[in-house]
Nanobody, 123 residues
Framework: QVQLVESGGDSVQAGGSLRLSCTSDSLTYSSNCMAWFRQVPGKEREGVAAIYRHGDFTYYGDSVKGRFTISQDHAKYTRYLQMNSLKPEDTAMYYC?????????????????WGQGTQVTVS
């Protein structure tokens, strides 16, 4: 059974930083691609960042380039999203998702396995 647990969401002031974690078991971590998405009520889920397990591909949405960094720790079965210089428009529920067949690593429709989300609020 695929298990993904997000953590690290919080309320911060603009300009602050947060690090989100997406922790899984070894089976789930064997997925070939992983992405962070975010969603606000009434809007579609937006791709924030994505990474291949072997690290040969990373992606960042235009709105977060230069501010967010995706990374992974194979020993801890955990992927991270370091978020710096946060803005009020970064406020959203953040989800991690994984997939083994990485047909569209930046598209929410391509992912079948999702965590429960963690809330980030920037004021």
């Amino acid at each position: 059974q695929v298990q993904l647990v997000e953590s690290g969401g919080d309320s911060v002031q603009a300009g602050g930083s947060l690090r989100l974690s997406c922790t899984s078991d070894s089976l789930t971590y064997s997925s070939n691609c992983m992405a962070w998405f975010r969603q606000v009520p009434g809007k579609e889920r937006e791709g924030v960042a994505a990474i291949y397990r072997h690290g040969d591909f990373t992606y960042y949405g235009d709105s977060v380039k230069g501010r967010f960094t995706i990374s992974q720790d194979h020993a801890k079965y955990t992927r991270y999203l370091q978020m710096n210089s946060l803005k009020p428009e970064d406020t959203a529920m953040y989800y991690c998702a994984v997939e083994w067949r990485c047909t569209e690593p930046t598209a929410a429709r391509a992912y079948n396995y999702w965590g429960q989300g963690t809330q980030v609020t920037v004021s």
